[in-house]
Nanobody, 120 residues
Framework: QVKLEESGGGLVQAGGSLRLSCVTS????????MNWYRQAPGKQRDLVAT???????NYADSVKGRFTISRGNARNTVYLQMNSLTSEDTAVYYC??????????????WGQGTMVTISS
């Protein structure tokens, strides 16, 4: 069974930084993409950052230049470095792994989320 576990959330003042981690277990292969999503109270879940197996990254416009997604040395470990945080970054952050293993099997795994609260 594949499990994704986020950590690193917490309360930080505006302008501060946090580093989120996502550690996975139970997978025998490297995920095609690993992603960070976030969901603010009363809002939909939005994609924040993506890193492909190739290392190619992509970011939501709202976090470009402030957030950095990276892979760890351990397979299927991913980080999200968040700098210059504002109250608009307050949300539950979710780690996601998605892709296609073969013609018949696609996957879409989610962690439980970690809360990030920015105080002004």
């Amino acid at each position: 069974q594949v499990k994704l576990e986020e950590s690193g959330g917490g309360l930080v003042q505006a302008g501060g930084s946090l580093r989120l981690s996502c550690v996975t277990s139970g997978s025998r292969f490297m995920f095609d993409t690993m992603n960070w999503y976030r969901q603010a109270p009363g809002k939909q879940r939005d994609l924040v950052a993506t890193i492909a197996k190739s290392g190619l990254t992509n970011y939501a416009d709202s976090v470009k230049g402030r957030f950095t997604i990276s892979r760890g040395n351990a397979r299927n470990t991913v980080y999200l470095q968040m700098n210059s945080l504002t109250s608009e970054d307050t949300a539950v952050y979710y780690c996601n792994a998605a892709g296609r293993l073969n013609a018949q099997y696609t996957y879409d795994y989610w962690g439980q989320g970690t809360m990030v609260t920015i105080s002004s």
